[in-house]
């Protein structure tokens, strides 16, 4: 199903935070539905939250993760994504680290799932509060939860 002819309700930036708010009633089934995902952990970090988090409660959980299987299928979701580095001057050593959070990408995602983009400036550093801000100026109707 193309979610373009729903009209999107809410761009969860923090994993945490979807779950927060569906716990204290910000946001129910349904705007899952209907949002988009930018999450700044990687995948496997917010699967594992469910060991890991003594506060999250498995239902609400589970309706979150439900959720995301089904946003992935249809392009809504976008996990911050690995970024290998090379150690020093070994051109075998390498790192793995996480990749910042861009508002290119988020537009990117916002995109592809016909929204309009947002303004920013090369070398805006990407913030919650930046996102937040951008989407108001730019008259979105999406609400960011984080």
Same mark, same amino acid.
């Given at each position: 199903?193309?979610?373009?002819?729903?009209k999107m309700t809410h761009i969860?930036?923090?994993?945490?935070?979807?779950?927060?708010?569906?716990?204290?009633g910000r946001v129910d089934a349904?705007?899952?539905?209907?949002?988009?995902?930018?999450?700044?952990?990687?995948?496997e970090y917010a699967y594992n %939250?469910?060991? @890991?988090? +003594?506060?999250?409660?498995?239902? #609400?959980?589970?309706? &979150?993760?439900?959720?995301?299987?089904?946003?992935?299928?249809?392009?809504?979701?976008?996990?911050?994504?690995? %970024?290998?580095? @090379?150690? +020093?001057?070994?051109?075998?050593? #390498?790192?793995?680290? &996480?990749?910042?959070?861009?508002?290119?990408?988020?537009?990117?995602?916002?995109?592809?799932?016909?929204?309009?983009?947002?303004?920013?400036?090369?070398?805006?550093?990407?913030?919650?509060?930046?996102?937040?801000?951008?989407?108001?100026?730019?008259?979105?109707?999406?609400?960011?939860?984080?």
């Open positions: 199903m193309n979610t373009t002819a729903v969860f930036i923090s994993f945490l935070g979807a779950l927060r708010a569906l716990e204290e349904k705007d899952l539905r209907y949002g988009l995902f930018y999450f700044g952990c990687s995948e %939250q469910k060991a @890991q988090q +003594g506060w999250v409660i498995e239902k #609400i959980y589970w309706i &979150l993760v439900t959720a995301l299987k089904y946003a992935e299928g249809e392009g809504r979701v976008q996990w911050r994504k690995p %970024q290998l580095q @090379q150690k +020093g001057d070994n051109p075998h050593a #390498i790192t793995i680290g &996480l990749r910042e959070n861009t508002y290119g990408e988020l537009n990117e995602l916002m995109v592809r799932n016909d929204l309009q983009p947002m303004r920013y400036l090369p070398g805006d550093v990407y913030s919650f509060e930046g996102v937040e801000e951008r989407l108001r100026s730019a008259n979105s109707q999406l609400a960011v939860i984080h």
